[in-house]
């Protein structure tokens, strides 16, 4: 008889334990990245919960856990360090910029699939054009010289727009060249290999041109170097359970190309691919700098265009960050803005790190934020550069990418983050799940 009440007891108490623990998670929770949203209603609702952590995890490696250790103490540290997910899911919050270069040669198919793996929910392909006006991954009409090994084929480098010319030491003359992915066909296209984007600057001959690659990049993997086209990522992306977010990439060439090939026959080509496809819009995020193309997709082909990307690289000026600018964008039916990621972060009066003004009145304005790109500066410790130009004063360590992270996320709240190692930004978002980081 004590044993059934003690029993009963201690039933009753784990009980209330574990409805009180999934109330907290509720409570707490501030926010839930893109792309787990389905976890978490399987959980509350109890459906296929296990079922759903069984499936095969990502794999994050040890950089995400290197990144936090380095992090200065403080309540994100401990939260992150204290993270229990034993199967990572991949997360559309995590979006791999074109594929994972820190270490990948950009937009190969090596590069995919090592993003893929680390989480990457949606992947990235700039897409540029040929000499027969193909689609191809690459991220400038214009860089071939610098991602690929073009200048070391004679017959190839003869066809760029500025062939290869050696360096003259004497004189301090550096190299040249610039090769397009207009200058050749589809089929030369194939023939190359990706590498890391670099060069020498003083080389004197084609293959140390090649060389260059950044000291806290590598060359490991990129002996292998598979170049795609356009239709060739839809098919892979879609293999790999990945979305897509196509940029189209502005035309170093006159357009009308060749006189006949329109910025808008460019644009129409590229969705084009993904209607041939059969891949749902709403599984694809067109991307443009140029507001002209966004405006016509939203206009002409409007099923993609709902979530078309102005990427906005305009300076901040109280005209560009102000609210009615937002507004105007939000009544042209632009819903998602991305800018670099320094345009919408700032420093309070105690040198942290908040949404700034530009951030607040897009947000208010109705319009979605994606930011670009974390994991692309190399070692924070003297500022972070560029990228995270506003904030620089409080960025001292490779660590605080964390931090940007955290802030775009919650405070600013960003759909989605650009990474050149999307490891880290997968395990930022599975790991902040909920509030004690477990599922």
Known sequence: MKLRVIASVVLSTLMAGAANATQGWHDERQWLPPGLEKAWHDHRGHKGWHKYQGKPSVQVGARPYWLVEDMDDGPLKERLKS????????????????????????????????AARMGAGILECDVAFTKDRELVCRHAQNDLHTTTNIVTIPELNAKCTQPFVPADPASGTPAKAECRTSDITLAEFKTLEGKMDAYDPMATTPEEYVGGTADWRTDLYASRGTLMTHRESIELFKSL???????????????????EYSQRDY????????????????DVWPQSFNLDDVLFWVNEMPRFGEQAVFLDQSPITPDTESLAH??????????ILAPALWKMLALDSYGEIEPSEYARNARMAGLDLIAWTVERSGPLANGGGWYYQTVSDAINNDGDVMNVIDVLAREVGVIGVFSDWPATTTYYANCMMNPKGRR
Not at 90 to 105: E, K, V, Y
């Open 241 to 259: 359970g990945a979305k897509f977010t196509p940029e189209l990439k502005t035309p170093v060439v006159d357009m009308p190309f060749e006189g």
């Open 83 to 114: 993270c229990d997910v034993r199967n990572f899911q991949a997360t559309d919050f995590s979006i791999g910029h074109r594929g994972a270069p820190l270490q990948f040669p950009e937009h190969t198919r090596e590069s995919y699939i090592a």
């Open 267 to 282: 644009a129409r080509q590229m969705i084009q691919d993904y209607i041939d496809a059969g891949i749902n819009p709403k």
């Open 326 to 335: 937002m507004e105007s964008l939000k009544s042209r039916g632009v819903n």
